[in-house]
């Protein structure tokens, strides 16, 4: 069973832009992190936040994690045609330490 | 460059086949996933091992899936028989679990599974 549910389940944005994609959970985490994946690929981690963090940032990138609303959001600022990927949120299960893996948010960058 | 290693990467067979699917975690990681992607189920989890050891194989259908580390190089997961439903990528990921909990996970390539 889906533990992740990322928001929206595909999004389309020019080069340029910013690109924000949700994550939402049921259950207690350890850990949240971020992947993503090229078509045909296996998946690459992005990023990493624990479950005592409310912010980090990479790069471009800036994640944030809110337990108490059992969420997390990826910003992908100033957005490239090489960002196009599906992107995935995997949540650390605190009981077991399962990482278990959303649907994905697809990200389409428009040249 | 470590990497997990995956074979074979694509494999055609048809129903009632044995299907085996091999794995070489990153040296060192003493944790190790097997997934199954598919448009409709997304990834799902199927099996993971730490330190060889099985923690959870609940998401594997019993009667025909079994999931094995004969040692620390080597995580198998094999079909038998294989069905038309099978037909998925099939993706390995290791990592370190430290302390509480298992850092980023590196995946290999996938196996792509078609069972005709």
């Known amino acids: 069973s889906q533990q992740g549910e990322e928001d929206p389940q595909a999004l389309s944005i020019q080069e340029g832009e910013n690109a924000t994609m949700n994550c939402s959970y049921k259950t207690s985490i350890n850990n949240l992190q971020w992947y993503r994946q090229n078509s045909g690929r296996g998946l690459v981690h992005l990023i990493l936040i624990r479950s005592n963090e409310r912010e980090k940032h990479s790069g471009r990138l800036r994640v944030t994690l809110d337990t108490s609303k059992k969420s997390s959001s990826l910003l992908i600022t100033a957005s490239r045609a090489a960002d196009t990927a599906s992107y995935f949120c995997a949540t650390g299960m605190n009981r077991d330490d399962k990482i278990i893996f959303g649907k994905g948010t697809r990200l389409h960058i428009l040249p | 460059d470590a990497r997990v290693t995956q074979t074979p990467r694509h494999k055609v067979t048809e129903m009632g086949q044995e299907v085996t699917m091999r794995c070489q975690p990153i040296?060192?990681?003493?944790?190790v996933f097997w997934y199954r992607q598919t448009m409709m189920q997304g990834l799902e989890l199927l099996a993971y091992f730490r330190n060889r050891a099985p923690l959870d194989d609940s998401g594997m259908p019993k009667d025909r899936f079994s999931a094995e580390m004969p040692d620390a190089t080597l995580a198998t997961l094999k079909i038998q028989p294989s069905e038309p439903r099978d037909s998925a990528v099939y993706f390995c990921a290791s990592g370190l679990h430290t302390g509480s909990q298992t850092g980023e996970l590196f995946f290999g390539e996938g196996s792509r599974l078609t069972v005709l």
């Open positions: 040296l060192g990681h003493n944790t």
